[in-house]
């Protein structure tokens, strides 16, 4: 049994829904949870929460007690010994990040939900590369990567399975909520991701010739392929991907997140379990520069090269 510790955001949505996974739900305590007490999206086996640390201690005592969580740290220092893997939940600040480092210098696997920094263009990528040389370096595993990667509609299609031949169109659509800072890079990543591993080619220029709320993005691939991801504001659209391959064409639509959350999950624990780097962090990597550069092109009104 693997013994995780979680790491900030614990009283944010991912948090209490991958805990819930791993832990199941303290019904006594199922009014303390903020996303309405239900039930876990889905159970996953031979891993718990045993350690919880939050520099908001309040969210890491209402994880505690939601999800028979044993122990709240004190500190971050708490958090080095004793677990097999951190996950570092989304703090909805794009700080959390700086959370990782620590655990990677120690050899500690690390799950970081989602690639957010706080950091303008170009730093933005240039300190996401230091956080992954940082894992080499230190021959640390590291995955980091939006959830619509393991989205059970498109895993034919990430594979090269469903007899379309090679991809030479994407377009991709979901929500980028206007709520949320930086929305594009927030949460137009996972359009973004589906598009990305479908194509699954270096990614070379990025524009945004949308409007605000309505983002229209973009992407040209070294192969010829186009990535056109669009993003509308306020409107109920979900996560979906219309492809053009050299052999036919592919539509569908995903909506599964007990099912891609907790594929995700276990590929981490996959992972952890075989001691090796076996998730792709250039793929991942590549997602966030198209969305770093996405911001730079609404800046500038230009297109944005990438290196």
Not at 4 to 11: D, M, N, P, S, T
Not at 198 to 210: K, L, Q
Request: aromatic share 10%; glycine share 10%.
């Amino acid at each position: 049994m693997l013994k995780l510790g979680f790491v900030a955001g614990a009283a944010g949505y991912h948090a209490v829904q991958f805990a819930k996974m791993f832990n199941g739900m303290n019904e006594a305590h199922k009014d303390l949870d903020p996303f309405g007490g239900g039930p876990p999206m889905a159970t996953i086996e031979g891993a718990k929460v045993v350690r919880v640390y939050d520099e908001y201690r309040s969210g890491a005592e209402l994880l505690s007690k939601l999800c028979d969580v044993p122990q709240v740290a004190d500190s971050l220092e708490e958090m080095f010994e004793g677990l097999d893997a951190i996950v570092i939940c989304d703090d909805l600040k794009f700080t959390h990040y700086r959370f990782a480092r620590p655990f990677l210098q120690r050899g500690i696997p690390v799950l970081l939900d989602k690639l957010l920094l706080d950091k303008p263009f170009p730093d933005n990528v240039e300190r996401a590369r230091d956080l992954i040389d940082c894992a080499r370096d230190h021959e640390s595993l590291l995955m980091t990567s939006s959830a619509l990667k393991y989205a059970r509609a498109f895993e034919k299609l990430y594979r090269g399975e469903e007899g379309i031949g090679e991809v030479v169109m994407a377009c991709c659509m979901g929500p980028a909520d206007l709520m949320w800072k930086r929305p594009f890079v927030f949460y137009g990543m996972h359009a973004v991701t589906i598009g990305h591993y479908a194509i699954n080619d270096r990614p070379v220029e990025v524009v945004d010739i949308g409007e605000r709320g309505r983002s229209v993005v973009g992407v040209k691939y070294m192969n010829g392929a186009q990535l056109t991801t669009m993003c509308p504001h306020g409107v109920p659209v979900g996560f979906q991907a219309l492809v053009q391959g050299t052999q036919g064409a592919f539509h569908a639509r995903d909506d599964d997140a007990g099912y891609f959350y907790s594929t995700m999950l276990k590929d981490f624990l996959a992972m952890v379990e075989k001691g090796a780097q076996t998730f792709d962090l250039l793929q991942a990597l590549e997602v966030y520069q198209i969305c770093c550069a996405q911001e730079e092109s609404v800046r500038t009104g230009k297109p944005v090269r990438l290196g």
